[in-house]
């Protein structure tokens, strides 16, 4: 009935819409990106952990303008639809310009290919997350629920990659190109904010003000001023980038090795790319209502523990079906961490500069890690083999987890955003 209810809600509609279409017009490749990179290009770890170092400081430069930008723009949607139209060009940018380039010169091609894939996805994203985010408070639903839906469109892009690369790599690249030119389309035309029956029945009057209130430079630099978010980037760095690093350049690799041919194995992970992000829309849709049982702080910490065996446990599972049931904990670890981490910000910092607050610390700090640790952690794997890999990086991330338990803040304490409504857990 809830769900029901909130599809009621236009606006609710919109910020799911805008979810499905931008994590769908991603996922169709970016699932298969690494497995591009090293079965059709021919990269060494070293050479694919590069070009991820390369796309997250471009990504790194433009996070905290980006986030700059959308906090003065409050709810508007100029900055989403100049990204967009950038993703609209994917498919031509691959085909006719980064193959080539990456030919030509491997590091002029990576470092061209890291600014586009920065400008339109890697520093998008954390954008259009941040941007329903604010919708969600305003506008009176979960953003969580909303978030579910990029998940869905991520589970459902991952399971047709799967076939589609087999057949043409670059029909993956197409098809993201269509879509994002349909989300381009949704962003210009549907617009339910200009209805006024729409503000009146759902709009929060409190969180308007809010937003009506334009922070100020002053504001958004102070950021850097806070000791506790420094603290927050610390912990990221060393617990998210290690899950993005595994996930994305080292498990899409691993994972096809288990079976006969390498179409057999990339089959496969496409159908587990697919269920593993499908549970994850289960549990964005649940976290939120876990979260006011248990808090924000517990949440995270959980998130920290799931990493830990999820990651560890595919260094010690020797078969196929073994590391495929171990990595469906992916769905509940990214839904607390992500949920939990955006709403530690807003619960306990000025709300008006939330979405720079998810840049700084927790982007930002996810891809300082990333050019620090990628290059590295890829030549590890070259040295020693994925499975011992994956037990250093657990190792690193249960250290990250013990310095999370001393350094976060309860949910009660210095709460200077939109407090915690928690539930009672009934016996």
């Not at 497995?35 to 990269?43: P, R, S, V, Y």
């Not at 950038?86 to 940018?93: E, I, S």
């Not at 579910?148 to 197409?174: C, D, E, N, Q």
């Not at 079976?259 to 549970?279: C, H, K, M, R, W």
């Amino acid at each position: 009935m809830k769900l029901l209810q909130a599809f009621g809600n236009p606006f609710y509609r919109m910020g799911s819409l805008q979810m499905l279409l931008f994590f769908a017009g991603w996922g169709i490749w970016w699932s298969f990106f690494q497995i591009w990179l090293t079965t059709k290009q021919g990269f060494s770890g070293a050479q694919v952990g590069t070009i991820f170092s390369f796309g997250s400081a471009a990504a790194l430069m433009l996070m905290f303008v980006y986030g700059s930008i959308q906090d003065k723009l409050g709810m508007k949607r100029n900055l989403l639809i100049a990204l967009i139209a950038c993703q609209v060009f994917l498919a031509p940018f691959f085909t006719w310009v980064y193959v080539p380039m990456l030919e030509a010169n491997f590091y002029v091609g990576a470092v061209v290919g890291a600014i586009y894939l920065a400008v339109s996805y890697l520093a998008a994203c954390p954008v259009f997350e941040a941007v329903t985010e604010r919708m969600s408070r305003r506008f009176h639903f979960e953003f969580g629920q909303a978030r579910a839906w990029g998940s869905f469109g991520y589970a459902i892009s991952a399971l047709a990659a799967g076939f589609l690369f087999t057949i043409s790599p670059y029909l993956v690249f197409w098809t993201g190109s269509a879509v994002s030119a349909v989300l381009l389309a949704l962003l210009l035309f549907m617009k339910p904010e200009k209805d006024e029956g729409n503000l009146a029945r759902y709009e929060d009057k409190e969180e308007s003000l809010k937003d009506s209130k334009t922070p100020s430079m002053k504001d958004i630099l102070g950021v850097f001023k806070i000791g506790d978010v420094w603290k927050i980037i610390g912990f990221v760095i060393m617990s998210w980038t290690f899950y993005t690093v595994f996930d994305q350049q080292m498990f899409p690799e691993f994972f096809p090795r288990f079976f006969d041919t390498p179409e057999q194995g990339q089959q496969a992970y496409g159908v587990l790319n697919s269920i593993e992000v499908f549970l994850e829309f289960l549990m964005m849709g649940l976290v939120p209502v876990f979260m006011r049982k248990i808090g924000v702080r517990k949440a995270i910490l959980l998130s920290c523990a799931i990493m830990v065996v999820r990651i560890g446990g595919c260094g010690l599972a020797s078969s196929p079906l073994g590391v495929g049931i171990i990595k469906l904990l992916h769905a509940p670890e990214t839904a607390l961490f992500i949920l939990a981490i955006f709403r530690y910000f807003t619960l306990h910092f000025d709300t008006r500069i939330s979405a720079t607050l998810y840049m700084v610390g927790f982007q930002i700090a996810a891809q300082v890690g990333q050019i620090i640790f990628s290059a590295p952690l890829g030549a590890l794997h070259d040295q020693i083999g994925y499975q011992q890999t994956f037990l250093v990086i657990s190792g690193i991330v249960c250290v990250a987890s013990l310095y999370a338990f001393f350094i976060l803040r309860k949910d009660e304490e210095c709460v200077e955003g939109q407090p915690l409504e928690m539930e009672p857990v009934t016996e």
